[in-house]
């Protein structure tokens, strides 16, 4: 049984770089999977930001193209997610995801809330 | 890339049937067979229910289902109950290899 677990800063000021880790366990990051990170903001829907491949292929929100970064990092068997030049917009509760065929879903992180404010 | 189309809110007495539609374009939902839908209770993480349309994951109840028909998915629960008040969102893969999901739909049980 695949488990994911989030870890990172909870509070990140404005115009600065959050980031966050999500372990996987019971599963190895090196399969035939991608790993993906979606967000949500309170009281709001989901948001996918972006996914990646042991190799290092990815893809990205075409709005936070831009300022996303993602990751991996097969010695620790995780992965990572950076996110430039915050505001308060990107206060979300941000999950990480395995990605089975073509965009679903199946295995999900508890979620981390992260609070921009200075 | 814009967010799929749910309605915001459905309603339905236990026992009944419902259904939540998501609509989108033929760069997404009419152009792959690769809509999902999750289940999300407050302060939880989304639960996978419906994959490629129409599959069901193991352990997830025979009353859900899916289908699509052009640039609109449904998820359909029969046999409404209780625990499936839930929020519920669609997602689909698009034509520039990205996920984009709908605005979710809140379902209460009368």
């Known amino acids: 049984q695949v488990q994911l677990q989030e870890s990172g800063p909870g509070l990140v000021k404005p115009s600065g770089t959050l980031s966050l880790t999500c372990a996987v366990s019971g599963g190895s990051i090196s399969s035939t999977d991608w790993w993906s990170w979606v967000r949500q903001p309170p009281g709001k829907g989901l948001e996918w930001i972006g996914e990646i491949y042991h190799s290092g292929s990815s893809n990205y929100n075409p709005s936070l193209k831009s300022r996303v970064t993602i990751s991996v990092d097969k010695s620790k068997n995780q992965f990572s997610l950076k996110l430039s030049s915050v505001t308060a917009a990107d206060t979300a509760v941000y999950y990480c995801?395995?990605?089975?065929?073509?965009?679903?879903?199946?295995?999900w992180g508890q979620g981390i809330l992260v609070t921009v404010s200075s | 890339q814009s967010a799929l189309t749910q309605p915001a809110s459905v309603s339905g007495s236990p026992g009944q049937s419902i259904t939540i539609s998501c609509t989108g374009t033929?760069?997404?939902?009419?152009?792959?067979?690769?809509v999902s839908w999750y289940q999300q209770f407050p302060g939880k993480a989304p639960k996978l229910m419906i994959y490629?349309?129409?599959n069901r994951p193991s352990g997830v109840s025979n009353r859900f289902s899916g289908s699509k028909s052009g640039n609109t998915a449904s998820l359909t629960i029969s046999g409404l109950q209780a625990e499936d008040e839930a929020d519920y969102y669609c997602?689909?893969?698009?034509?520039?290899?990205?996920?984009?999901f709908g605005g979710g739909t809140k379902l209460t049980v009368l």
């Open positions: 490629e349309v129409r």
């Open positions: 997602s689909s893969y698009t034509s520039s290899t990205t996920v984009v």
């Open positions: 995801a395995r990605v089975g065929m073509a965009g679903t879903f199946d295995y």
């Open positions: 033929s760069s997404d939902v009419g152009g792959y067979n690769y």
